[in-house]
């Protein structure tokens, strides 16, 4: 029996592999939807409609810092300042830029002048931290810039004008100054992203952390359609009768089916990452950062993979033709896509909605990938997500076996 079922899924594995026009579909549709929908509804998530976001200052320098200076970095055009309590510490800082009580935090350290101050002749990175920059996640590229260019235009100021009091010339003509600015206009700051611990509970995710996993999911059970309709062709040609006629049980039948399509899905996750982390950032969209427990995407993914796969071949089991096949397959699919989150976002729906999307099994996939793309959980985190998704593919898996024997 070994031998059999390696035999059948080798080919099933030469099936699939001449089926590239369904391959191309599984790849492409949500390639393109991840990249359009990450687009178009960059500002729909309400994160970057304007430079206005919001920012804090937590100065810890034992000098007394010159009021000019701190009145400019408590005035960065385009930003919005937040006043921190008295005795804020940098702990209060991180977790204020968890829950969202603003985006960018600057942290002077307590030295901020000599490190200023300090003078290299080689690059910049051998230069002092002067300060650091702390970012939520979710804060674009071009924002953290245009930030991090203002913040270093107010301290590299203030770095000349203390190192020209420090070195007082008289006599120096104006060019002096000029060369210093050149020789001295070097600045190093530290950046660092500030992520939620897994007891943080974050609820809104940006486009890309909902896009990428949304049609992930969304293709991962849209092998519905090319699975069910092989299956009939096999099933018209008399294939599936043979295999029979060999001694292979339903289940063994069902599950040489599985295999070349569980490894499709598992690649299928890899390109769409790839296209969040890669792609969606060339195109002016937001960076997909890898959740923190890898063991946790390959459990929500398998998951996801034997629910699309069992409710593929529950499909195949039921209809009569191919038309039925495709027409069934891609309405449910939609149906289910619509109720679980994947065409409108969860949190954008009103509570009687939400609540209704427990009933799709896209939900619970989409749900797990948001755990650890979103709220960076550990793996333990989607065990339910993955619990619900695997006894959903099961229980499909049961019936299209079922009806698969009483037909053979």
């Known amino acids: 029996m070994p031998g059999k079922f390696t035999a059948l899924v ?5 099936v699939l ?13 949500p390639a393109a939807f991840i990249l359009i929908m990450s687009m178009a509804m960059e500002n729909a998530f309400g994160e970057h409609k304007s430079l206005a976001i919001s920012y804090t200052v937590l100065n810890q320098s034992h000098e007394t810092l010159p009021p000019e200076l701190l009145k400019k970095i408590k005035n960065i055009p385009g930003f919005t300042m937040v006043e921190l309590p008295v005795d804020s510490s940098l702990d ?8 969202g009580d603003y985006q960018l935090a600057v942290v002077i350290p307590a030295d901020f002048r000599q490190r200023l101050t300090s003078t290299t002749q080689d690059d910049q990175s051998t230069l002092p931290q002067a300060a650091e920059l702390l970012l939520a996640p979710s804060v674009k590229s071009y924002i953290q810039q245009i930030f991090n260019a203002s913040l270093s235009a107010i301290f590299i100021r203030q770095k000349i004008d203390w190192m020209l009091n ?60 090319p699975l069910s309709t092989v299956f009939l062709i096999e099933k018209q040609q008399g294939t599936l009768l043979r295999l029979r006629v060999m001694n292979l049980s339903a289940p063994t039948i069902l599950l040489g089916k599985l295999v070349p399509y569980f490894c499709v899905n598992q690649i299928q996750m890899l390109v ?4 969040g982390m890669a792609i969606v950032p060339l195109l002016g969209g937001q960076y997909l950062s890898l959740p923190h427990s890898i063991s946790g995407l390959l459990i929500i993914s398998s998951a996801c993979s034997i629910a699309a796969i069992g409710f593929a071949l529950m499909i195949a089991t039921i209809v009569k033709t191919t038309m039925q096949a495709t027409t069934i397959g891609g309405v449910v699919n939609i149906i289910f896509g619509a109720l679980g989150g994947i065409m409108v976002p969860k949190f954008i729906m009103p509570e009687t909605m939400q609540a209704l999307t427990y009933i799709s099994p896209m939900s619970w996939g989409l749900e797990g990938f948001l755990d650890l793309f979103l709220r960076q959980s550990e793996w333990r985190e989607v065990l339910p997500e993955a619990l619900y998704l695997s006894t959903f593919g099961v229980i499909c898996i049961i019936i299209a076996a079922y009806r698969f024997n009483k037909e053979y």
């Open 272 to 275: 769409m990452i790839a296209i």
């Open 17 to 29: 592999a001449k089926d590239w026009h369904g391959l191309m579909v599984l790849f492409l549709m």
């Open 92 to 99: 209060d800082i991180n977790a204020g830029i968890i829950r």
């Open 166 to 225: 420090d070195n007082p010339d008289s006599s120096a003509p104006p060019i002096v100054a000029q060369s210093t600015l050149n020789q001295f206009g070097q600045l190093n700051l530290g950046e660092k992203h500030i992520y939620a611990e897994t007891d943080i509970e974050l609820t809104t995710p940006n486009a890309v952390q909902q896009n990428v996993p949304a049609w992930l999911v969304f293709a991962m059970f849209f092998v519905a359609i």
């Open 10 to 14: 080798k080919k099933e594995f030469i």
